[in-house]
């Protein structure tokens, strides 16, 4: 006999388990989309021999795309009125799903012998194409959680478990994809990467649409247009963010935090492949490195109360600065005991970054509040949008830079998965130079600029007229749901 479905006043499905796994597949579906990003350097400059600075060139293009696509999409979405059948943003993510069951493979199609010209159309058409279904996914996804339930509790379950699916979605192409997509000489096999992204794609989209038809609305959305909406004067808007200290220390952290790990993601495969010659174990260290990150998440509640974000993102920053300075003087030779001092070194890092990942956002909400404590105007939304911008700035500039970098120092396309040793040992030091210049711009964020520790945050949320932690349960709320993408760049830059 089936079990009787519990409703509420309001005769909608009670809040349940279900909804946590639901909205956890979500997450799992974007990643299965999003895990082969790193592998676009690699396949187009080995794979299908495009020359690296080219490529930085057409890398720095499709992100400048990335930045406008996000709020433009977002904007779509937004002034979309109309009325669906089930609900909009579950529309929006139902296409967008329908998209990328081919569009992540469409960045990986295995021409290596097509003309010059054909490989910059392809790529440029295949990223364009996969950027716009993810963001169609991904943007309405997030907006989603407001809908589901107005509880506080129940948001802290969605967000707890959105950090499940995101963990889930990353770790199994983390360990896998590199078994598969490179051969027993450490080369990217082409066929390989665009079979995997055509099946992760088919599993994004079973993972989207048991999300969907398994999701629970509960709160409805506004559709009214506000007519008195203020007009944002973009100027004003910039200058007041540089003006706020804590939104620009907490900027520059995470800006650090992308492009010394997205911009590592080359060096470090280049590593495994010619330094190490063992390029298939690279995602099972990585996955040794998310250890201290998935500790530490569950006590990060405590921890913030007791110590403060400010003190304790600090303190992690300076694990990863002496992480990285460890990594660029330790003999990390390459022999089986210099990959345990690699992982020792990965270790300690990553417990730095799973510090500064719990309260990343939390710095931020805390940075819009203090805008409004110094000024009286609160600017949510330019605040977050220009915090964003520069993100995504660091994510396009970082690998853009790195592998002109790279190619500086002798890295060449043509060479594939066995560079010379003396590429493969600057990219040893390389990589650790990296790690060390994401991990000091985090401090310098954090410890120098970044003005709100535990005693001036009590001080303004007093003067605000919140209570002492500033409605917590909600920040939290926010933390869990964006530990996710901590989590997924450590996957995504591995």
Not at 124 to 138: E, H, L, Q
Not at 262 to 279: C, D, H, P, R
Request: proline letters at 3%.
């Amino acid at each position: 006999m089936a079990k009787e479905i519990q409703l509420d006043e309001n005769g909608k499905r009670k809040f349940g388990i279900l909804d946590s796994i639901s909205y956890a597949a979500g997450d799992f579906g974007c990643n299965m989309s999003f895990a082969l990003k790193s592998t676009l350097i690699i396949f187009w400059t080995q794979f299908m021999k495009m020359d690296s600075i080219l490529y930085a060139l057409l890398l720095i293009i499709v992100q400048v795309w990335d930045a406008i696509n996000d709020p433009l999409i977002g904007s779509i979405i937004d002034a979309d009125k109309r009325k669906y059948k089930r609900n909009k943003f579950l529309t929006y993510i139902w296409f967008g799903s329908i998209g990328l069951l081919v569009a992540g493979a469409l960045c990986f199609l295995p021409i290596p012998n097509a003309y010059d010209w054909a490989k910059i159309i392809i790529f440029i058409a295949g990223y364009v194409v996969w950027d716009a279904f993810y963001t169609i996914a991904n943007v309405p996804y997030g907006s989603l959680l407001s809908l589901i339930s107005n509880d506080t509790a129940d948001r802290a379950s969605l967000s707890a478990w959105r950090s499940i699916g995101s963990i889930l979605g990353n770790m199994v192409p983390m360990v896998i994809l590199p078994m598969i997509i490179y051969d027993q000489n450490n080369n990217i096999v082409g066929m390989n990467v665009f079979l995997a992204a055509l099946i992760m794609g088919v599993l994004g989209f079973i993972s989207f649409q048991f999300m969907i038809r398994t999701t629970e609305i509960r709160v409805e959305e506004d559709l009214k247009v506000s007519e008195e909406a203020p007009k944002v004067n973009i100027l004003v808007a910039f200058k007041n963010f540089m003006l706020n200290r804590p939104a620009v220390g907490a900027t520059l952290a995470a800006m650090g935090m992308f492009i010394g790990m997205q911009g590592a993601a080359t060096a470090v495969t280049v590593l495994f492949q010619s330094y190490f010659k063992n390029v298939q174990v690279s995602g099972i260290i990585q996955l040794f490195s998310m250890i201290p990150i998935v500790i530490f998440t569950p006590l990060a509640r405590k921890m913030v109360t007791k110590y403060g974000k400010k003190e304790l993102s600090t303190v992690g920053a300076i694990c990863s600065v002496v992480a990285g300075v460890l990594m660029l003087i330790l003999p990390i030779t390459p022999t089986v005991l210099g990959m345990v001092l690699y992982v020792v070194c990965q270790l300690i890092y990553s417990l730095g970054l799973g510090i500064y990942s719990t309260v990343s956002w939390a710095l931020m909400g805390d940075a819009i509040d203090y805008n409004e404590w110094k000024t009286g105007t609160r600017e949510e939304g330019v605040v977050y949008s220009l915090h964003s911008f520069f993100r995504k700035l660091a994510q396009g500039a970082g690998p853009s830079i790195v592998l002109v970098i790279m190619a500086a120092l002798g890295y060449s396309e043509y060479h594939g998965g066995n560079q010379t040793f003396l590429v493969a040992l600057n990219m040893r030091y390389l990589v650790a130079a990296l790690y060390l210049l994401a991990a000091v711009m985090q401090f310098v964020g954090l410890a120098l600029i970044y003005n709100l520790d535990k005693k001036t945050l009590a001080q303004m949320n007093k003067d605000l007229g919140r209570d002492e932690n500033g409605n917590e349960a909600a920040a939290e709320a926010v933390e869990a749901a964006e530990a996710a993408p901590a989590l997924e760049t450590v996957s995504e830059e591995a």
